[in-house]
């Protein structure tokens, strides 16, 4: 059978009032969220991690309408978390979950998808981790970013958690993935 | 590892990040250019939600908000296949569903416009795609809203529409149009697509899917980036 190929539907943007939808329970709508920041539920102990951090604009301004995306599969567990950027008061996200492990000696990073009011199409980026100098240096993915715009995609450990901005644009524009 | 091809977006149907005239993309769209990774585990999975249970009126917006009467409206069925680029059928997969009420108001705390809000109408719900790829949900068709991207905007009628595929380059999230509305020249949204890909966010009427004495039909098909060397193979 001779296959036709389909145009993809295009992407359109989230818009702004998306959270009743996506995000009720976090946003204190009347409807079951499907998920929601915390992706280690049946997990406990000192290995759950914290990533936090706050969405950026081109001007500095922090982004109170932006929804992220974690997924993470390390071909042992495989988590996903949701979280919105319009509940907190400084408009940061947080999520809970554990390290990935890494895989043929690449350095561990959780998947980012990220959508907002203003974007079209949504945007890839990675969480790597701070402390894992050692195989962040010798990554393939990391190696490939301009030096001056590693730093963009590791997550700082800081205390007990770990911070990830992401900044749209500007000297700081956080590095985003063609997938 | 996976056989799934990626076929990358698609830029003669995907709208870009920056289009000045939706002016919110202005100071949000990434303005360097994108880093092509070296795949890994993840970024050929994605969530699947096997064990996500439905509520039973999670597809009929119709009834899932009800707290008195039914919801105010045209009461509309929504039919759709989805599909992989090869057209092959993506079975069993989430699509999530957000809208205004026939007022074009928003529940969204957000939403400001001086429309009234439908006590028995929340315009949220889910469903998922049977054996074959297809989909159904029930809900009241949208009304039109006033934005302020440029004086006097509008925008059409729209159902937007979430969805995953089986990996995280198939995601989605998008907006279905109704026929031949006469808003779509002038919004910036729809018109950020490229002509060729418009009509592909139209759904068209069926009168085939109505059903009589109850609600008007409607088809939307979804094709998802990506499609499978071997069909249904996935992690
Ligand atoms: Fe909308």
Redesign the interface.
């Known amino acids: 059978m001779k296959?036709?190929?389909?145009?993809?539907?295009?992407?359109?943007?989230?818009?702004?009032?998306?959270?009743?939808?996506?995000t009720?329970e976090q946003?204190n709508?009347?409807?079951?969220s499907?998920?929601d920041g915390n992706m280690v539920k049946n997990v406990h102990g000192n290995e759950v991690i914290t990533i936090t951090g706050i969405v950026y604009?081109?001007?500095g301004n922090p982004?109170d309408?932006a929804m992220l995306?974690l997924?993470?599969?390390?071909?042992e567990h495989?988590r996903?978390g949701r979280y919105g950027t319009?509940t907190d008061k400084n408009n940061a996200f947080t999520f809970t979950t554990i390290k990935?492990k890494p895989?043929d000696g690449?350095a561990p990073?959780?998947?980012v998808?990220l959508?907002?009011?203003?974007?079209?199409?949504?945007?890839?980026t990675?969480i790597y981790f701070s402390d894992e100098v050692a195989l962040n240096a010798t990554d393939?993915?990391l190696r490939?970013?301009p030096e001056e715009?590693r730093e963009t995609v590791v997550a700082k450990k800081e205390g007990e958690s770990y911070v990830f901005n992401i900044h749209?644009?500007g000297d700081k524009?956080?590095?985003?993935?063609?997938? | 590892m996976s056989s799934i091809l990626?076929?990358?977006?698609?830029p003669?149907?995907?709208?870009?990040?920056l289009?000045t005239a939706?002016k919110?993309?202005?100071?949000?769209?990434?303005?360097?250019p994108?880093?092509?990774?070296?795949k890994?585990?993840?970024?050929t999975?994605?969530?699947l939600?096997k064990d996500?249970n439905l509520?039973s009126l999670d597809h009929d917006l119709t009834k899932?908000?009800i707290k008195i009467a039914e919801p105010l409206g045209e009461r509309i069925v929504v039919h759709g296949k989805v599909?992989?680029?090869?057209?092959?059928p993506i079975p069993h997969t989430?699509i999530?569903?957000?809208q205004?009420n026939s007022a074009g108001r928003?529940?969204?705390?957000?939403?400001q416009h001086a429309a009234p809000i439908d006590p028995n109408f929340?315009?949220?719900g889910?469903c998922i795609t049977d054996a074959e790829g297809n989909y159904k949900f029930y809900t009241i068709k949208p009304g039109a809203y006033p934005w302020g991207n440029h004086p006097n905007a509008w925008r059409p009628a729209?159902i937007?529409l979430?969805l995953f595929g089986n990996q995280?380059?198939s995601?989605?999230?998008?907006?279905m149009y109704f026929p031949n509305d006469p808003l779509f020249k002038y919004d910036p949204?729809?018109n950020?697509?490229p002509p060729?890909?418009?009509d592909?966010?139209v759904s068209t009427f069926d009168l085939n899917l109505t059903e009589p004495s109850f609600a008007l039909g409607y088809r939307f098909n979804?094709?998802?980036?990506g499609h499978n060397a071997t069909p249904f193979e996935n992690q």
């Open positions: 296959e036709k190929i389909q145009l993809q539907t295009p992407s359109q943007t989230i818009g702004p009032y998306f959270a009743y939808g996506l009720p946003y709508y009347d409807f079951p499907l998920v604009d081109g001007h982004i309408d995306e997924w993470q599969n390390d071909g495989k996903f319009g990935p895989i690449n990073f959780i998947n998808i959508f907002m009011r203003g974007q079209l199409l949504h945007s890839y990675r393939e993915t490939s970013i715009r749209m644009q524009e956080t590095v985003f993935f063609k997938l | 990626n076929t990358g977006f698609d003669e149907v995907q709208p870009p990040y289009d939706y919110s993309t202005i100071l949000r769209a990434p303005s360097k994108l880093i092509m990774p070296k890994s585990l993840s970024d999975t994605g969530p939600f996500f509520g899932n908000a599909t992989n680029e090869k057209g092959q989430l999530e569903i957000w205004a928003y529940v969204h705390k957000v939403d929340l315009g949220t889910r729209h937007h979430s995280i380059s995601r989605l999230i998008t907006q949204i729809f950020a697509v060729k890909g418009r592909l966010l979804i094709v998802l980036r």
